[in-house]
């Protein structure tokens, strides 16, 4: 009889045992579900930033030709200043 009880107590152990791990295997699938939201996510944060670097750089380049354009209209006015003046 004391056989039975150590076979139904390790029976018992192991059936608590495999619930456990399908518990963790189940955590473990959540958590894996998680990563590939997270990537895409990464993903998609990183077209962002792509696409903001190009816009930034064409922002900056429309600078630098408005910068030109301004600096260009002030010395050609003082130019046309000057050559009025003293010529």
Request: glycine share 4%.
């Amino acid at each position: 009889m004391a056989q039975y009880d150590d076979t139904t107590k390790l029976l018992m152990d192991i059936q608590k045992d495999v619930a456990a791990t399908k518990a963790k295997v189940d955590n473990i699938e959540d958590k894996l579900n998680q990563v590939d939201d997270i990537d895409s996510k990464a993903d998609k944060a990183l077209a962002k930033s792509i696409e903001v670097e190009h816009e930034i750089g064409r922002v900056t380049q429309v600078q630098n030709w408005v910068i030109g354009v301004l600096v260009s209209g002030v010395l050609i006015t003082l130019l046309v200043y000057v050559a009025e003046k003293f010529l």
